[in-house]
C-alpha cells in the first residue's frame, strides 16, 4: 500500500469514527449537525454516512420538513448493527456482558472462578460463558472482538498480564494472544480500572472532563481519563493507586512497602470499620485530586458498592473540605453509572471503540 492510500484509507476511517462519536452522543443527527460538529464539507459528509449506511452502522429514521429550504434526512446509529463481549476477571468472578454500537448492556453473566486460578481456568471459563451467552450464533456475525478488563500489573501494549497481584499463576503470561488463539475472537486486554473510566467517558460523550475511576474490589486502584483519553502512562501500568503510601509506618502490604492506602483502607474493613475505611480511601482521593486537577471522580467495585453511600459520603466531605480552595477546585463524585457491570461494559466498549472510535482524539 502506497503512502498516500494509506493516507486517504485513515481519513475515511477517521472521518467515519467522527460521524460514530456524535451519533452516539446526540440521539438523531443530520448531514448539516455533522458539517457543524466537524467542519467537514456538506460533500465528503455525505459521502461518508452513504458509505456507513451500506455498512448498516447507521439508517434513516424520517425526515425532518423545515417550513423554509429542503427537507433533510434524520440519520440515528443502529445499535443492534454491532456488539462486543466484555469481560471482568477478579479474583473470584468473571463477569461478561453483551454491549451494543450504542452502548447499552444487553446481558450480564457472572461465573465463579476457582481460587488463585491458572490462565488454562480462566480461558475455559471465558470461552463456556461466551457460548452461554443468549443469540451465541446469530450474533457472530455481528460481534466485534473481546475486552478483558484483568487485574494488574500488566503490559496493555504486549498484551502480557505481569504479576497479577494475589493470583501466582500469572507471571507474564500473554493473555492477549492466549485469548485470542482460545475464542477465535480479536481481544482487547486492559487493566479493569482503566475498562471502567472508558466505560463512564463513553456513555457521558463530549461532556467528560479529567475524572477518575476508583475501584475497591479486594484491591484498590484508580483508573485515568486525561485529556479526552485514557490515560495507561509510560509502561501502560497507570492506576496502582492503592499502592500509594498514607502511612509511613503502616502495616506491610502485599506490594512489599509500608502503610500502602489498600493495606491501611483494608485493615479498617477487615475491621468492621466501615467508615474509617471509607475516609482512609478519602484521603487517597483528596491526594489525587490535588496532583492531578479532576473534575471528576467515579466509584465503583463490589466492596465499595456494597457500602455505597457510606463511601459516597465520606469522599463527598473530604472533597469539599480537605482540598483548599474547593469553592473554585469544584469536583463531582458519584457511584458508578453502571453499577457492578462497569468494568466489564467498558471492555466491551474498548472493543467497540478501536474499531468504531474516534483514535486518540477528544470526543466530540
Ligand atoms: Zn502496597
Redesign the pocket.
Known amino acids: 500500500m502506497t503512502r498516500t492510500t494509506a493516507d486517504v484509507t485513515f481519513l475515511r476511517g477517521y472521518n467515519q469514527a467522527l460521524v460514530m462519536a456524535l451519533g452516539r452522543t446526540v440521539r438523531t443527527f443530520e448531514r448539516s449537525t455533522v458539517v457543524d460538529a466537524t467542519g467537514l464539507t456538506p460533500q465528503a459528509v455525505s459521502k461518508v454516512l452513504a458509505r456507513l449506511s451500506a455498512d448498516g452502522l447507521i439508517r434513516t429514521a424520517g425526515v425532518r420538513r423545515p417550513g423554509i429550504g429542503k427537507p433533510a434526512v434524520v440519520y440515528e446509529i443502529v445499535p443492534d448493527s454491532r456488539y462486543a463481549i466484555g469481560a471482568h476477571v477478579a479474583r473470584r468472578t468473571l463477569r461478561l456482558v453483551l454491549v451494543d454500537l450504542a452502548g447499552t448492556v444487553h446481558h450480564c453473566a457472572v461465573s465463579p472462578l476457582p481460587g488463585d486460578f491458572t490462565p488454562e481456568q480462566l480461558l475455559d471459563a471465558l470461552s463456556s460463558g461466551i457460548d452461554a451467552l443468549p443469540g451465541g450464533a446469530d450474533l457472530r456475525g455481528r460481534l466485534t472482538g473481546v475486552g478483558i478488563g484483568m487485574i494488574g500489573p500488566l503490559d496493555h501494549a504486549r498484551g502480557l498480564v505481569r504479576d497479577a497481584h494475589g493470583l501466582r499463576h500469572w507471571h507474564d503470561v500473554p493473555l492477549r494472544d492466549l485469548a485470542e488463539a482460545h475464542l477465535g475472537l480479536p481481544v482487547h486486554l486492559d487493566k479493569d480500572v482503566t475498562a471502567g473510566i472508558t466505560a463512564e467517558a463513553w456513555r457521558h460523550g463530549g461532556t467528560f472532563g479529567d475524572a477518575v475511576l476508583i475501584m475497591v474490589e479486594s484491591g484498590i486502584g484508580g483508573g485515568f481519563w486525561l485529556g479526552g483519553t485514557a490515560h495507561r502512562g509510560a509502561h501502560t501500568n497507570a492506576g496502582e493507586f492503592?499502592?500509594t503510601v498514607v502511612a509511613l509506618d503502616g502495616p506491610p502490604?502485599?506490594?512489599g512497602?509500608h502503610g500502602?492506602l489498600?493495606?491501611v483502607h483494608n485493615h479498617a474493613a477487615e475491621a468492621g470499620d466501615i467508615a474509617r475505611a471509607a475516609r482512609v480511601l478519602a484521603v487517597g482521593v483528596v491526594n489525587l485530586l490535588q496532583t492531578l486537577d479532576l473534575s471528576r471522580v467515579v466509584l465503583a467495585g463490589a466492596d465499595l458498592l456494597r457500602h455505597a453511600q457510606t463511601y459516597l459520603a465520606a469522599v463527598e466531605e473530604a472533597v469539599h473540605t480537605d482540598v483548599p480552595r474547593a469553592d473554585w477546585l469544584t469536583t463531582d463524585v458519584t457511584l458508578s453509572s453502571l453499577g457492578p457491570d462497569v468494568i466489564a461494559a467498558g471492555a466491551a466498549m474498548q472493543v467497540l471503540d478501536k474499531h468504531y472510535g474516534v483514535p486518540d482524539l477528544a470526543p466530540l
Open positions: 492503592g499502592h502490604c502485599v506490594c512497602r500502602c489498600e493495606i
